[in-house]
């Protein structure tokens, strides 16, 4: 090793390193910079094509092969309805097995395969879900290419999202709330369903915001169900007027959701219905970024709030 | 007096064993483990779907012609069956896009975690979370609409639809998750070995370098694959940017079809259930699924050897 007793020489060695951090620190600066400014020129693109066809006609006619006068009606209502179909498979099937993965599961062999299954899944490209959903809901269940279908579909990929929420939020309740439960006589369930769900429900209900706001922007998936892109005509409605008021012939129906009708205005070449596609790009991206806010909110509150 | 000892008998029988309490936390177990097993049955179905139809594909097709063969046109008359001009697409495509995510989301990790002072963090990670949550197909319509003509600003002759653009975005649209968890693995590094590298003298920048980021290695690898397989497996910005048309080429100055590209075309058609074309498609998905699985295979065996217990 090179020995330095001069000082002055030692001096330079630090103000090299200095440099260099410095630098560093420019370059960090500069690339968040760029992933922000590449944030704005998407939206300010977007906005500057697509405000001008925003209106309360863009958001009540059905698509139309007149650029002017097409819609998203069809687009929204479809995506709203696969949406619940999506929430109420994943959300207790997401919990509860996050809930038997933290509380009930037995050290062995089968939990550690079914943990690592579950980042795997996570893995799993979205498309691959579609092809699943083509083989296995549309042909071999006969739900056809249904909301059902692609409601399941979106389901199975959120489904990891769902877990791992409900899993981290149960992880971070102290023991000592557990012990106090059983001593007072609770069962494993009243344990759980009384103290162990309530107190983790703002981080669960983080989850499964985030994960919905992704399904919401998937497209791969839906199109592989071979969901049709041109629907003029909205779903049998969910509510009846006559008894037993509710009605799941929506189910079944053929249905087109957002983003494939943003895919579909995109791939055509007239620049007018491109324009639309900016709109309809405008509309989804307010609703997943309204809904990814609302979960980082709801996960500041809780870090605020939260003290054990 | 005897009034008094029935009541406590009758308490005594309520703490006790209860079967209608036992059956029900049983029931309610059950119901918690089969959710659980679902994640085990989805994979499983996943493969068997796969294998099922690609094993009907390729008694039609040798997976030698699978391998080899430079065409893929399985729609034509004159139908070829080689899938590499799809690997070709999907590997420029990843490869620009990593290019692009692995070396930004890295430094932004690095600078929010070991640099950045307290407020900008606050703000960036939101924002970085914000960023991954845009929908790909919005991702898609911006390559197309705005990076592609950027492009041809400073390169006349690129086409309408072209890998650089798609791979680029792609790229800006990864950098969330790579940053995110790299970020995620250098914060969890106790904080005693930065205090121990700064009381040599050393400063931030060599601190992150040679102490941080090799403590942190099984989790940066970690990042690094997760960020690969969504590169691979990315779907819409391709199809949308990309252009549908397979071909065999290295030079992201050109139009090409990825594997995930391919499977949105035949999706987009009218394909009948059981024909040769509708199960291309499944066999086009093995081949991601089997790629996406070595990439994971690698990470966990990384993971395995690198990681640091403190």
Do not use: C
């Amino acid at each position: 090793m090179k020995s330095v007793n001069n000082l002055e020489e030692i001096r330079k060695i630090i103000g090299l390193h200095k440099k260099w951090d410095l630098i560093f620190m420019i370059t960090g600066i500069v690339a968040l910079m760029i992933a922000v400014l590449t944030f704005m020129a998407l939206f300010a693109h977007m906005l500057i094509d697509g405000m001008p066809r925003l209106s309360w006609e863009f958001f009540t006619s059905f698509p139309s092969r007149r650029p002017e006068s097409a819609g998203i009606l069809s687009a929204w209502v479809g995506t709203t309805l696969v949406m619940l179909v999506t929430a109420f498979a994943a959300v207790p099937l997401g919990i509860g097995s996050g809930v038997y993965l933290e509380e009930y599961a037995p050290k062995n062999l089968l939990t550690e395969i079914i943990e690592i299954n579950v980042t795997n899944l996570a893995g799993v490209p979205s498309i691959i879900y579609g092809l699943l959903a083509l083989g296995l809901f549309v042909y071999q269940l006969g739900f056809g290419q249904s909301i059902l279908a692609a409601g399941l579909a979106l389901a199975l990929l959120i489904l990891p999202v769902v877990i791992v929420a409900t899993r981290e939020a149960i992880r971070s309740i102290p023991v000592s709330i557990r012990e106090g439960a059983y001593a007072l006589g609770a069962t494993k369930w009243q344990t759980v369903s009384d103290h162990l769900l309530p107190y983790s429900s703002a981080g669960i209900l983080t989850g499964i915001i985030i994960g919905l706001a992704r399904a919401i922007g998937e497209t791969a998936p839906i199109i592989t169900i071979g969901a049709l892109t041109f629907i003029a005509f909205l779903p049998p409605s969910p509510v009846k007027s006559e008894f037993p008021y509710l009605s799941i012939e929506w189910l079944t129906a053929p249905f087109t959701v957002m983003p494939i009708q943003m895919f579909n205005w995109v791939s055509r070449p007239e620049e007018a219905f491109q324009l639309n596609a900016a709109a309809a790009g405008l509309v989804l991206v307010v609703m997943t970024l309204a809904m990814n806010g609302l979960a980082i909110y709801l996960r500041y509150r809780m870090r605020k709030n939260i003290k054990w | 007096m005897a009034e008094e000892s029935r009541t406590k008998i009758t308490h005594a029988g309520k703490l006790g064993y209860s079967f209608r309490r036992h059956m029900h936390e049983r029931f309610i177990e059950t119901f918690l483990f089969l959710s659980a097993l679902l994640s085990i049955a989805i994979m499983l179905a996943i493969i068997v779907m796969l294998v099922k139809e690609s094993l009907v594909f390729f008694q039609h097709v040798s997976i030698w012609q699978f391998v080899t063969d430079t065409q893929w046109t399985p729609l034509f008359d004159d139908a070829h069956y080689g899938i590499m001009p799809l690997v070709s697409g999907t590997i420029v495509s990843s490869l620009i896009a990593l290019l692009v995510a692995l070396p930004l989301g890295t430094i932004i990790a690095i600078y929010l975690s070991e640099f950045a002072p307290f407020t900008v963090r606050e703000m960036a990670k939101p924002f970085l979370e914000l960023l991954g949550g845009v929908p790909t197909v919005v991702y898609g319509y911006f390559a197309l609409l705005f990076v592609t003509p950027l492009l041809q600003i400073i390169f006349p002759e690129l086409p309408g639809f072209n890998l650089l653009s798609a791979g680029l975005v792609m790229g800006i649209m990864i950098i969330p998750y790579v940053s995110s968890m790299t970020e995620d693995a250098m914060r969890a590094v106790p904080m005693n070995l930065r205090e121990g590298s700064y009381a040599m003298g050393a400063t931030r920048f060599q601190t992150a370098i040679r102490v941080v980021m090799p403590a942190a290695f099984s989790g940066i690898a970690a990042a690094y694959i997760l960020g690969i397989s969504r590169a691979v497996g990315e779907t819409m910005v391709v199809a949308i940017a990309a252009g549908m048309q397979p071909n065999l080429t290295w030079n992201p100055m050109e139009p090409a079809a990825t594997i995930t590209a391919y499977i949105v075309q035949v999706s987009l058609g009218d394909l009948p259930h059981g024909s040769i074309g509708y199960q291309t498609i499944f066999a086009a998905g093995l081949t991601l699924l089997l790629i996406t699985l070595l990439f994971n295979i690698i990470g966990h065996v990384l993971r395995k050897r690198y990681r640091e217990i403190y």
